[in-house]
C-alpha cells in the first residue's frame, strides 16, 4: 500500500496538465486512449522506481517525483494530442506557467530545508556538562574492536549450511544474557542466491570482552531479512506500512531473552516541508523475520531486550546537527562560532557503542575543532541508545587533549614497517588522567595489542598484550612520572602507617620509583624517588608513616612519607 500510495502522488501534477490539454484540444477517442496508453505507462514504471527504491512519502521526494513525472510524459502528451508549446513564450500558456511554477519549486524546496537544518539542531534532546567525566576501566567492557570481530566471524563462515549463499551482515553490539556480544545475521549475496534458499540459515555470536573468543552460529531461519527481494525485504516491510517515515540506515538484528532474532530498525518523520530530520519524532519498527509482523514503537519503549532502538545512523546525524548548527546554519557556513566537528573515528557511522556500569548502552564521539591542522579534541559527546539524548561533554579535564584522530596517529607511526593500526579509540578516565585506549591490529584485522595513550601528552604511551597487563604498566608509569600530581586530586589524603612487607624499586627514562606492600595490608604503594631520595633503600622491616591518596583500585599515590631507621640514622 505505501507503494501504491505514492506512485499515486506522484501523478497530481500530470493530471493538472491533462485537464489543460483537454480543454484547450476538443476532446475525442482517439485523445483519450492516447493518455491512457501514456498514464498507464507512466504508472507502472513510476511505481516499478518506488518498489525499488523506496523513497520516503515526503512533500521534497513527492515534488521531485511530479517534476520528473511531468517532464517525461506532458511533452508526450501534447506531441501525441497535437498540442502546441512555445518554448520561447511559455508564460503565456497556463502549462507554460505551471511548468514556470513547477522550476521555481524545487530551488524554494531546497531553501526550506537549509532553513529547517536549525529546527533540525532544536529538535535534539540535549544537554551540556561543565567537567567531563571520562569513563573509567569497567564502565564499558567492550575491548574487542568490530574489525578483529568481524574478522574472527568470517573465518567461522564454513559452519554455515549452503555457505556459498551466503555473507556476513551488519555487524552489532548488544546484550546477550547479560553479557556484551557481537552478532551479525547471514545475508544472501544475490537475487539468485535467495531465489535458491528463500531463507537464511541464522546468525553469529562473539563476546565483545574477550580478543580470545571464538564466534559460535545459532542456527535460526529467516525469510525476512535486509538481502531478501521483493516483499521479503526488511525495508520494503516497514515502507509498505510507514511510507510517511524515513528509515535511518540498514536494520540490525537484535537477539531477545529467548535467542530469538528480530530486524530494527530505527525512522523518523522529517520536519514539515522537508526531509530533514526531526529528533523528537523518532520510532523503532521491529520485525519479526520468520513471519514479517512488524511493531513500531517510540525507542524509549521498545522491549528491553532491544539496546539500541536508536540507529549508530541516526546517532551520527545528532552529532553532525549539534556540532555544525548551534547558531544556525549560516553561522555554519561563515562565520563557524562555537562550531564542532564530530571526528570520524568511531567503529559504526562516526560513532563509537560503548555501554556503562549500569548497561545502558551509549555512542561516544569526540568533537574536534573545524579549523584544519588542529588535532586537539573539544569534548565529546554521549547519545543514550535508547532515549537518543544527547550529552556533550567539557570542560579542564578535556583542556588541551588530542583527538581520537592524533591517537590513532600515534599508534600507525609506532609500527610502519608492520603496517599495524589503531582501531576503535575510546577515552577513558584513569586515575584522574584523561587516556585514550586503541585496538592496534594489523592490515588483516587481527587484535596485536593495547595502546593506552596519555591524552594530554603524546609521548606518554605504553602497550601490552592484554588489557590487563597494559593498564597496570600504565599505572605504574604514571606513578613514576614526577610531574603528574593530577594523578590523584579527586582523592583525599589519608595518614597510614606501618611496617614493609616488600619493597620493589623500578627505572625508567622519567627516573626511579618504589612500590611496597604493609603488613596485613594489601594496598600497593608507589613513591617517586623525585619526592622521597631515601625511599630507594626501603626494606622489609622498615616502620613508615606517610601521607597517600589512595584509589578503589588497590594502589596508593605516597605524597610524603616517613621512615623511622632511616631517619634515627
Known amino acids: 500500500m505505501g507503494i501504491l500510495l505514492t506512485t499515486i502522488l506522484s501523478f497530481p501534477l500530470f493530471f493538472l496538465f491533462s485537464v489543460l490539454a483537454m480543454i484547450r484540444k476538443k476532446k475525442s477517442i482517439g485523445m483519450i486512449r492516447n493518455w491512457i496508453i501514456i498514464f498507464i505507462a507512466g504508472f507502472i514504471l513510476c511505481g516499478l522506481f518506488n518498489y525499488l527504491a523506496l523513497p520516503?512519502?515526503?512533500?521534497?521526494?513527492?515534488?521531485?517525483?511530479?517534476?520528473?513525472?511531468?517532464?517525461?510524459?506532458?511533452?508526450?502528451?501534447?506531441?501525441?494530442?497535437?498540442?502546441?508549446?512555445?518554448?520561447?513564450?511559455?508564460?503565456?500558456?497556463a502549462s507554460g506557467i505551471l511548468i514556470i511554477l513547477l522550476i521555481?519549486?524545487?530551488?524554494?524546496?531546497?531553501?526550506?530545508?537549509?532553513?529547517?537544518?536549525?529546527?533540525?539542531?532544536?529538535s535534539i534532546a540535549k544537554q551540556?556538562?561543565?567537567?567531563?567525566?571520562?569513563?573509567?576501566?569497567?564502565?564499558?567492557?567492550?575491548?574487542?574492536?568490530?574489525?578483529?570481530?568481524?574478522?574472527?566471524?568470517?573465518?567461522?563462515?564454513?559452519?554455515?549450511?549452503?555457505?556459498?549463499?551466503?555473507?556476513?551482515?551488519?555487524?552489532?553490539v548488544q546484550k546477550v544474557d547479560n553479557e556484551i556480544m557481537y552478532v551479525a545475521p547471514v545475508e544472501f549475496t544475490g537475487i539468485w542466491k535467495y531465489l535458491r534458499g528463500k531463507e537464511t540459515e541464522g546468525f553469529f555470536t562473539i563476546p565483545a570482552a574477550d580478543v580470545n573468543a571464538q564466534p559460535e552460529f545459532v542456527q535460526r531461519k529467516m525469510l525476512f531479512t535486509n538481502s531478501s527481494y521483493f516483499n521479503?525485504?526488511?525495508?520494503?516491510?516497514?515502507?509498505?506500512?510507514?511510507?510517511?517515515?524515513?528509515?535511518?540506515?540498514?536494520?540490525?538484528?537484535?537477539?531477545?531473552?529467548?535467542?530469538?532474532?528480530?530486524?530494527?530498525?530505527?525512522?523518523?518523520?522529517?520536519?514539515?516541508?522537508?526531509?530533514?530530520?526531526?529528533?523528537?519524532?523518532?520510532?523503532?519498527?521491529?520485525?519479526?523475520?520468520?513471519?514479517?509482523?512488524?511493531?513500531?514503537?517510540?525507542?524509549?519503549?521498545?522491549?528491553?531486550?532491544?539496546d539500541s532502538p536508536v540507529s549508530s545512523e541516526m546517532a551520527g546525524k545528532q552529532n553532525n546537527y549539534f556540532g555544525k548548527y548551534v547558531h544556525g546554519w549560516l553561522n555554519a557556513l561563515f562565520g563557524k562560532k562555537d562550531v564542532k566537528i564530530p571526528n570520524e573515528s568511531g567503529t559504526e557511522n562516526t560513532v563509537t557503542p560503548i555501554f556503562d556500569s549500569n548497561g545502558e548502552m551509549y555512542y561516544f564521539t569526540d568533537m574536534a575543532s573545524p579549523k584544519?591542522?588542529?588535532?586537539?579534541?573539544?569534548?565529546?559527546?554521549?547519545?543514550?541508545?535508547?532515549?537518543?539524548?544527547?550529552?556533550y561533554y567539557s570542560g579542564k579535564n578535556n583542556n588541551g587533549i588530542m583527538d581520537s584522530k592524533g591517537a590513532k596517529q600515534i599508534v600507525n607511526k609506532e609500527f610502519p614497517e608492520k603496517n599495524w593500526e589503531g582501531s576503535m579509540p575510546i577515552l577513558y578516565n584513569i586515575d584522574g588522567n584523561p587516556t585514550w585506549v586503541v585496538n592496534v591490529l594489523?592490515?588483516?584485522?587481527?587484535?596485536?595489542?593495547?595502546?593506552?595513550?596519555?591524552?594530554?601528552?603524546?609521548?606518554?604511551?605504553?602497550?601490552?598484550?592484554?588489557?590487563?597487563?597494559?593498564?597496570?604498566a600504565y599505572r605504574l608509569q604514571l606513578a613514576q612520572e614526577p610531574g603528574n600530581p593530577e594523578a590523584s586530586e579527586d582523592v583525599e589524603l589519608e595518614t597510614i602507617s606501618?611496617?614493609?612487607?616488600?619493597?620493589?624499586?623500578?627505572?625508567?627514562?622519567?627516573?626511579?620509583?618504589?612500590?611496597?606492600?604493609?603488613?596485613?595490608?594489601?594496598?600497593?604503594?608507589?613513591?617517586?624517588?623525585?619526592?622521597?631520595?631515601?625511599?630507594?633503600?626501603?626494606?622489609?622491616?622498615?616502620?613508615?608513616?606517610?601521607?597517600?591518596?589512595?584509589?578503589?583500585?588497590?594502589?596508593?599515590?605516597?605524597?610524603?612519607i616517613s621512615i623511622a631507621s632511616l631517619e634515627a640514622n
Open 442 to 472: 594489523d592490515p588483516n584485522g587481527l587484535f596485536k595489542q593495547y595502546a593506552y595513550i596519555k591524552a594530554n601528552d603524546s609521548d606518554f604511551v605504553v602497550f601490552g598484550e592484554t588489557a590487563e597487563e597494559t593498564l597496570a
Open 232 to 306: 521479503h525485504n526488511v525495508q520494503r516491510t516497514i515502507y509498505n506500512e510507514y511510507p510517511h517515515y524515513v528509515q535511518s540506515g540498514e536494520a540490525q538484528i537484535e537477539v531477545d531473552d529467548d535467542g530469538k532474532p528480530w530486524y530494527i530498525q530505527t525512522l523518523y518523520k522529517p520536519i514539515k516541508l522537508t526531509n530533514k530530520p526531526n529528533m523528537d519524532q523518532l520510532k523503532v519498527a521491529v520485525v519479526d523475520p520468520v513471519t514479517g509482523d512488524l511493531q513500531l514503537y517510540d525507542p524509549s519503549k521498545a522491549p528491553s531486550f532491544i
Open 56 to 93: 520516503a512519502m515526503t512533500l521534497p521526494n513527492l515534488l521531485v517525483e511530479n517534476f520528473i513525472v511531468c517532464l517525461v510524459l506532458v511533452p508526450l502528451l501534447y506531441y501525441k494530442t497535437g498540442i502546441p508549446f512555445s518554448y520561447k513564450k511559455p508564460h503565456r500558456s
Open 372 to 391: 584544519e591542522n588542529i588535532d586537539s579534541a573539544l569534548g565529546y559527546t554521549l547519545i543514550n541508545a535508547k532515549t537518543a539524548e544527547l550529552t
Open 498 to 560: 606501618g611496617e614493609v612487607n616488600r619493597s620493589l624499586v623500578t627505572s625508567t627514562s622519567s627516573g626511579q620509583s618504589v612500590q611496597f606492600i604493609l603488613n596485613g595490608d594489601t594496598t600497593i604503594y608507589t613513591v617517586n624517588a623525585s619526592k622521597a631520595p631515601l625511599a630507594i633503600f626501603l626494606q622489609q622491616g622498615d616502620r613508615v608513616e606517610m601521607e597517600v591518596k589512595i584509589r578503589d583500585n588497590g594502589v596508593g599515590t605516597v605524597e610524603q
Open 128 to 172: 551540556e556538562t561543565g567537567e567531563a567525566e571520562p569513563f573509567n576501566e569497567d564502565d564499558t567492557p567492550i575491548t574487542v574492536s568490530p574489525e578483529f570481530a568481524r574478522n574472527k566471524v568470517q573465518k567461522a563462515m564454513s559452519v554455515v549450511p549452503n555457505t556459498q549463499f551466503y555473507d556476513l551482515g551488519k555487524l552489532q
Open 104 to 122: 521555481v519549486a524545487l530551488p524554494v524546496s531546497l531553501f526550506i530545508g537549509l532553513a529547517a537544518l536549525d529546527n533540525a539542531y532544536q
